[in-house]
Every structure is written in C-alpha cells, then in structure tokens.
C-alpha cells in the first residue's frame, strides 16, 4: 500500500494559514473540535509574510526617515549623512515577519491543531487531497473551511518579470531604494508602497484608471492624502490606462492612454497593484460542487456557508473587503456555525484603514451612504489644527468627521483623515458596534491631550456644543 492512501479522518480541514484560516483553526479547536490547517506555503498568509505587517514595517521605516530628515522643522538639527540602508532595512522587516509566523505556528500547536505543508485538491465534497514535493495524502472531514486568499492580480499587458515589472510581494523585497518608481494601480496597496517608496528616495509616479486615487473611498478623505503626497514629490495621474510596457535592460517604460492622449513613464521599476484574484482557480471546486460568482470568488450566506452545507469560506476567497480583520472575522463565524452556534455575520461596524499620509480609517454610513439608506443625517467634522495633541506631534493636517442620524443622534458612521486614524478608528467602531449616539460619545471623559478628543468634539458638535470649534448653527 502506498503511504497516503488510507484517508485521515478529521472533525473540521481548514485550507489557507492566512489571517482567516489559521483563527478559524483555533476558535474551531477551542469549541473542542479536531481540526487540520493545511498551508502550500508559510504560516500566516499573506498578511504576514506579503501583506500587512511587512507593508507597515516598511511604512514604518520611512516614516522614521522622514521625521530624521525633518527633525530641524521642531529644533532637532541633524549633521552628517542619514542613509537607507534597503538590504537591512529589508533583513528587519523579515525579522518581524518571522516572530509573528513563529508565534502563530506555536499558537495552532499550543491549541492541538494539526498542522500539514501542501497543496490541498478537493477530491470529492467530503474529501481533499493534500500533495506536496514528498507525500501525498487524503483527508476525510465532516467540515472544510477554505480560506485560500488571493494573490496580485496580473495586467494582461503588463506581466510580472519579479526583477522589473513587480507585484507588491517583490516591492517588498527590493535591495535598493529605485531612483524612479511607476506605479500602476492607485488602490490602497499601490498607494502606501508608492508613499513608503516615495519617503525613502524615488521619485514616483502613480498612474490611476479612475478619476481618482482610492477608488471607492470618499473623495473628501482622499484630498488631503492627494496634496500631501504632491508635497513628497509624487506624480498622480488619474484617467491613466496602461497599454504596456518594456524592459530595456535596467529600465522599464510604461505606455500609458491619458485622458485619450498617448504618454510613456519610465522608471527603473514599476509596480504593478491593480487588484487581487482570489485563489479559488486550482482548488478542485467543481468537484466538491462549490459556486463561483463571475468574478471566481466563493458565493457565501450570512454564515460563511457555500451552497454546498458543509463547506464554509472565509476571507479574500470569499469576496467582500479583502481586508485581514474581515477574514479573521469571518473565520471565528464559520468556526461557531460548524460548532453548533448560531453566529452570523454583521459588517455594520467594519473598520477599514489605508496607511497612507495621513492616514484614512472610516466605519459605518458616510452622509451620502445615510442619505440612501433613508437617513436625514447631521454631519459634524473637527479638524486636527485645534487638538493640542496633534499640534505637539506636529501633525496636525486633517479631521474626523461624525455621521449621526439628526433625529436620534445614533451614530451611523465616523470618517477620518489625519494621525494616527488607525488607532482612532477603533473607539468609533466600538461605540457603533454599542448601538451608541453621539451624546454617548460626547458624555465620555477623553484624555487631554490626546487625538482621541477629536473623537469627542465631533461628537458635541453633533449638538452644536463643541468647545474647541465654532459651531455651526
Ligand atoms: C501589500 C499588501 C498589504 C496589505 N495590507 C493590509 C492591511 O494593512 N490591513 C488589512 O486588513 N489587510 C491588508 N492586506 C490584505 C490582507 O493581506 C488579506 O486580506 C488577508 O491576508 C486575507 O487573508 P486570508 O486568510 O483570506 O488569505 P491569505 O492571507 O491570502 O492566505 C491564504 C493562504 O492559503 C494558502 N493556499 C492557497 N491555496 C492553497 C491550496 N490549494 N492548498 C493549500 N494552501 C493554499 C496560501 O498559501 C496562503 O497562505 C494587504 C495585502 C497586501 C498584498
């Protein structure tokens, strides 16, 4: 008999160890199932080992660079020469990726989770088979959760090389800071690499199909990201449809249709960021019976379920916001429908965060987005000039903005640009997530001085009774 033919039996098969695969896996093995995760590549997914954490590090180093460079803005003079070092700065962002992967290793076998390398294959709706360079193997389950991601999507026109022509997971890795960079896409990844790139030396230039940077993002947010990144130096073209491009030795031209008229970009990299395609194409789906939409994400119901009962999907797979947190959450659901629990999905309060400079981080209902949905909302916004706090940190530009119904004063949503608008966001999502109006808010007690009182003076302002703004009447 060969090894690998007499099927293993488990409880619950999670496919992906990314941030949706390797949650579901715990919550799963803490509701006392037996659970398998099998990962073709490294614990952790994309977010930790091509994504999130190895973006931000890098976000994070050029950030320090720049305040270096601006120390004399606040007193602080710097002599001599300030250098990025790329093969180092890369050689610690790798660090921080593998803590965290180690940590997420330890955590699935400290919670008794069966961890298997390979490429899983459904062969069968009840059944998978798990191959890799030695071994192949086949796994029964009564539950399968897929949470197989995505990866960059590919301009047709423009392929990836991995020396010229990047995805983001090259432009993660690249040894030299590029003189001039192009980026095609000005979606949030293209944006806080471009941004990051920009910080650490190259002069870059972004090229966007839409009207406007960030797709999909209210464009009052987006203003303030747009004059900051002219200020780097950063080109932004929008209405810019790529047609193609060549590599001529170590230069690549971008050819480029600008509002009808025919331009060329050359860098000595480009990266090309526009979109993800979820990895759903070599995974034996139509074997198990699984549904696709039209474009190849996993169809699911309020409870990560596909059509076929068993089989659950969660994350990028899945469609929706590609965002880790969403997977994540999406993966404690599925792990407590498959136990027994009646958990469903409510995106009401999704946080969603762009790195940019400023940052941007919104939830809920935007004033248009209240409007369609019957709303007669009150918009209230104060700006980060009149928080003492951001004024100390010298960082100062942008606002939050509440979003409240004008009858009951419930928030439906919260908007900001400026400092720390990551952190920010999560007391909004909170107070959201508590069903809270904006007296709620208003009433809390903030620090002083802190960013978290703009939060609170919005929300007054909601009454016309902010102490630090004039109030509109
Ligand atoms: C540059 C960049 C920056 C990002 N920044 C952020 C951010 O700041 N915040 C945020 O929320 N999101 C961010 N994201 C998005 C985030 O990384 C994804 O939303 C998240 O990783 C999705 O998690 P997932 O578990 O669905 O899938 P993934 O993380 O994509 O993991 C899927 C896993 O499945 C495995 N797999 C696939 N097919 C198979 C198979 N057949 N057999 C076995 N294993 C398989 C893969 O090897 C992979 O490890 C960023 C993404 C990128 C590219």
Request: aromatic share 6%.
């Amino acid at each position: 008999m060969v090894v690998g033919d007499l099927a293993q039996e488990v409880d619950v098969l999670v496919i992906g160890a990314g941030p949706g695969g390797y949650v579901a896996a715990i919550r799963a093995a803490q509701l006392g199932k037996n659970v398998t995760i099998v990962d073709k590549g490294a614990l952790g997914g994309v977010c930790l080992n091509r994504g999130c954490i190895p973006s931000k590090a890098m976000i994070s180093a050029a950030e320090r660079y720049t305040h270096i460079k601006e120390a004399s803005d606040v007193g602080i003079e710097v002599s001599g020469d300030v250098k990025v070092n790329m093969p180092k700065l890369v050689e610690w962002k790798n660090g921080v990726v593998k803590k965290l992967t180690g940590g997420v290793k330890s955590l699935l076998k400290g919670n008794k989770v069966e961890i298997v390398s390979g490429e899983a294959y459904f062969s069968g709706p009840n059944s998978v088979r798990v191959s890799n360079d030695e071994s192949a193997q086949t796994y029964k389950f009564n539950d399968v959760i897929i949470a197989t991601g995505s990866r960059p999507a590919e301009l047709k026109v423009l392929p990836f090389d991995g020396k010229r022509i990047l995805s983001s997971t090259d432009a993660l890795n690249l040894q030299e800071v590029p003189e001039r960079l192009v980026v095609v896409g000005g979606g949030y990844i293209g944006l806080e690499l471009g941004t990051a790139y920009a910080k650490l030396g190259a002069e870059v230039t972004i090229l966007e199909g839409t009207k406007s940077l960030l797709p999909g993002t209210d464009p009052s947010l987006t203003k303030m990201v747009t004059r900051k990144l002219k200020k780097l130096g950063v080109t932004v073209v929008t209405e810019a449809m790529v047609q193609g491009g060549e590599v001529n030795g170590d230069e690549v031209t971008v050819r480029a249709s600008v509002k009808g008229e025919e331009k060329t970009y050359t860098g000595d990299y480009c990266l090309v960021s526009v979109g993800r395609t979820p990895n759903t194409d070599e995974l034996g789906l139509d074997i198990a019976g699984v549904e696709l939409d039209e474009r190849g994400f996993i169809k699911i119901d309020n409870q990560c379920r596909t059509n076929v009962d068993h089989i659950y999907a969660i994350g990028d797979c899945a469609g929706g916001a590609l965002l880790a947190h969403k997977a994540s959450y999406e993966a404690k659901v599925a792990a407590e429908v498959i136990s027994g629990q009646n958990s469903v999905i409510d995106y009401q309060a999704m946080p969603f965060v762009i790195f940019s400079d400023p940052e941007i981080a919104y939830t809920g209902l935007t004033e248009s987005e209240a409007k369609e949905e019957g709303y007669d909302p009150v918009v209230s916004r104060f700006a980060f000039q009149a928080n003492g706090r951001a004024l100390s940190m010298n960082a100062a530009d942008g606002f939050v903005q509440v979003v409240a119904d004008k009858e009951t004063k419930q928030l439906l949503g919260v908007q900001i640009v400026g400092p720390e608008a990551s952190t920010l966001i999560a007391e909004a999502v909170f107070a959201i997530e508590m069903g809270a109006n904006a007296e709620d808010l208003a009433l809390t007690i903030h620090a002083h001085p802190t960013l978290p009182e703009t939060l609170m003076e919005a929300a007054e302002g909601v009454f016309g009774n902010a102490i630090h703004m004039v109030n509109k009447r």
